[in-house]
């Protein structure tokens, strides 16, 4: 009996710390051809040894037309790193080739494609100022949000 109950407890306590981990360290986020993110804020756990991003593109528009990506930055380096990126083009995913202030960023997707990075939060701060946007030409207007490490 005593056993039993010590069993049932630890299978409880897996089943409690997989949905946490599930919950704050696997992220995933959705765009569209209206030119939108899903959400306008992600967060996640700083006990997070790595972080799993999916970033999908429910909408039909090619890569071309209507591409979108999920890049990761310090807020101040936003506008930054998004205009360099116009010039590197849609073979960069829009991104300066090397830009050190990207923190995680994934590929350009179009309509019905998905894409999933991995990344550490190894010299990231709880409560820092991060936020993730698409670097396709133009869309960081409407596509930004807040990245909470909390
Ligand atoms: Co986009």
Known sequence: MNTMFRVTGFLAAVLLS???????????????DQMKYDKDSLTVSSEC?????????????????MGHNWVLAESGDVQGIAQDGIS?????????????????????IGGGES??????????????DYEFFCSFPGHVALMRGDFIIE
């Open 115 to 128: 894409t999933t990075i991995t990344f550490s939060l190894e010299g990231l701060e709880p409560g820092g």
């Open 18 to 32: 997989g949905s946490v981990f599930a919950q704050n360290c696997e992220l995933t986020i959705d765009s569209t």
């Open 49 to 65: 040894s790595e972080v799993t991003l999916t970033l999908t593109h429910s909408g039909q528009m090619s890569v071309q037309q």
């Open 88 to 108: 590197a083009g849609l073979d960069n995913e829009y991104l300066k080739p090397g830009d050190e202030r990207v923190i995680a960023a994934t590929e350009q």
